[in-house]
């Protein structure tokens, strides 16, 4: 079996909140689909942006990451800890409706490394930390 390899099209963009660079990836298919991948994207990202802050929209996430018994969500996210690089996942996880996974999130935003939040702002606050007057 034949795994998929890290696309060097993909789009990655520099971004800044407060003065501090970010990397947003701009894509809507799955980009990380094993710990390859994502080795290969935290790499990738970092040479590209300078930042070891990174946010990814879900669909470039595969679906297995969502299921925990795979395995795939915590081999991925412990190259992300490993590296020292902060992982921001975009999107609305309502969808989900398994218990141990909406735990995960949920402990997983009270981190300092990982975060399931709806929009960039919302990565980019939690990479930062927000401002002292909300904005």
């Given at each position: 079996m034949q795994l998929e390899r890290w696309d060097a099209t993909m789009k990655i963009m520099r971004r800044e909140y407060r003065g501090q660079p970010y990397a947003l990836l701009d894509e809507s298919v799955p980009v990380i689909t094993d710990v390859q991948t994502?080795?290969?994207?935290?790499?990738?990202?970092?040479?590209?942006?300078?930042?070891?802050?990174?946010?990814?929209?879900?669909?470039?996430?595969?679906?297995?990451?969502?299921?925990?018994?795979?395995?795939?969500?915590?081999?991925i996210l412990q190259k992300f800890v490993?590296?020292?690089?902060?992982?921001?996942?975009?999107?609305?996880?309502?969808?989900?409706?398994?218990?141990?996974?909406?735990?995960?999130?949920?402990?997983?935003?009270?981190?300092?490394?990982i975060f399931f939040v709806a929009n960039e702002l919302q990565a980019a606050q939690k990479f930062f930390g927000a401002p002292a007057d909300g904005t």
């Open positions: 994502a080795l290969d994207l935290i790499m990738t990202a970092q040479y590209e942006t300078g930042s070891a802050c990174l946010a990814v929209p879900q669909e470039a996430v595969a679906e297995a990451f969502f299921s925990l018994r795979t395995g795939l969500a915590g081999e490993n590296y020292r690089v902060k992982l921001a996942i975009l999107g609305d996880f309502q969808s989900y409706r398994s218990k141990p996974l909406q735990d995960f999130m949920l402990e997983s935003n009270r981190g300092q490394h």
